[in-house]
């Protein structure tokens, strides 16, 4: 059966969910990306370093953003937002916004080390001199979610 999420379904899929895709487009090509985020019940919230991602998205605001639950190919839930692209100047936002993926992350690793990447650990022992991240989140407009199960 195919059918629609319940905005509180959609709720709990952004909630327990860490990953997802941005697309934003450069006014000629779309582009999607992979990302982390956390949403924090009224924001998907996400950083980045500079890059062309968040030039395009600087360029143009409007964004998708996608998050998926695949459990195999006839039982999966699936979630788009329509939203604006914010960027987080203000020292006090984007102290929030870091500390809440600080700690959504850390409840990950603690409760849900399953959900991180076997490469992470490795990683970040051979990270690069820390550059200031942008730190940004995606004003949503509009929710959707689809589902299929037997």
Aim: hydrophobic share 35%; aromatic share 10%; net charge negative.
């Amino acid at each position: 059966m195919i059918g629609w999420l319940t905005n509180e379904q959609i709720e709990e899929v952004l909630t327990k969910n860490v990953f997802g895709h941005i697309g934003c487009n450069d006014g000629f090509n779309t582009y999607v990306y992979p990302i982390n985020y956390v949403y924090d019940g009224k924001y998907i919230i996400c950083h980045s370093q500079a890059g062309s991602k968040t030039e395009i998205m600087r360029q143009n605001k409007r964004v998708c953003f996608q998050v998926d639950e695949v459990k195999n190919f006839m039982d999966w839930k699936s979630i788009m937002i329509l939203g604006v692209y914010d960027e987080l100047e203000n020292e006090r936002e984007r102290y929030h916004a870091m500390k809440a993926f600080i700690d959504r992350m850390l409840h990950i690793k603690i409760n849900r080390p399953d959900l991180l990447p076997e490469h992470v650990e490795k990683e970040h022992a051979h990270m690069q001199p820390i550059i200031r991240p942008i730190i940004y989140r995606i004003m949503i407009e509009e929710k959707s979610g689809r589902f299929e199960n037997n």
